[in-house]
């Protein structure tokens, strides 16, 4: 990582917000997927901060905050939206994997204002089924990634506990972005694993097709954590997506000052 690391929280309505900052330039907030951590996003935080802040984030229940009682879909987008607004961050690009980007849909649709970028990585915003369902194709969505991360998620998964992850799997299941998708002016990059076995790229392909102007690129093979199987690529997409021109925000009202935090200085 370029620059220097800084380990922050933030508290709002009995929740924390566990996150890293580093680099500089405008904010790239990434949001880690189910049973995940900051830790997922090793491979891509040197790259992103060389020109970026880079924030990564650790949902409540999982990573730093595994102490807490994990939030649903909505909870998780209200504790993000709230921290954007408690540091006054504009011109955002959120990048989440799987529920992040689930999570990342609705952060940018209650924050238009603030978040300027999207980038959707192998997203569960249209997935349905069981929880029983999900946790079957697990061991096929390991088997077509990188296998040397295997200890890396299963030590995540562990930390997190089965309570966490159950209830994250059976919320976002029941949360759907659909309705969501048709007025979102962020501008938006749908980046999919060829190989997923979790979210199968024909989602991904329905997720950028009901988003306006949204951009698709599918990475052969590569699985569910595309940003792990294959860094390289996933970086350079991902840069020259946020290099290109940025829309008009739309005008909205600064909101209250929401919760207290260790946040950092302006």
């Known amino acids: 990582m370029l ?7 933030f508290r709002s309505g009995g929740a924390t ?7 500089h330039g405008t904010p790239v907030v990434l949001v880690h997927g189910l049973s995940g951590s900051g830790r997922w996003w090793r491979r891509n935080v040197p790259a992103l901060s060389a020109s970026h802040r880079v924030y990564v984030l650790d949902l409540a229940g999982y990573g730093q905050a595994y102490r807490q009682r994990a939030l649903g879909v909505q909870g998780a987008a209200d504790l993000i939206a709230a921290w954007l607004d408690h ?3 504009r011109q955002v690009a959120l990048v989440g994997h799987s529920l992040g980007g689930h999570i990342s849909v609705h952060v ?10 999207l980038v959707l990585a192998c997203a569960s915003g249209l997935l349905r089924g069981t929880p029983y369902r999900v946790a079957l194709n697990l061991p096929r969505a390991a088997l077509t990634g990188r296998v040397t991360f295997m200890p890396r998620i299963l030590a995540d998964t562990v930390r997190a506990g089965p309570l966490n992850v159950w209830r994250s799997t059976t919320d ?5 972005v659909q309705e969501l998708l048709p007025a979102l002016s962020t501008r938006t ?3 999919w694993g060829a190989r997923d076995a979790l979210v199968p790229p024909s989602m991904g392909r329905a997720l950028a097709a009901a988003i306006p102007g949204a951009q698709y690129e599918e990475i052969p093979r590569a699985g569910h954590v595309v940003m792990v199987d294959a860094p390289e690529r996933f970086n350079a997409l991902v840069l020259a997506f946020l290099d290109g021109p ?3 925000a739309p005008a909205e009202p600064s909101p209250p000052p929401a919760g207290q935090a260790g946040g950092e200085e302006a």
């Open 87 to 89: 540091l006054d961050l």
């Open 172 to 176: 976002l299941l029941r949360d759907s």
């Open 189 to 191: 990059l749908v980046v």
């Open 246 to 248: 940025v829309p008009d």
């Open 17 to 23: 917000l566990r996150y890293d900052a580093t680099g």
């Open 108 to 117: 940018a649709a209650r924050r238009p204002g603030r978040v300027t970028h």
């Open 3 to 9: 620059g220097r690391v800084r380990s922050l929280e």
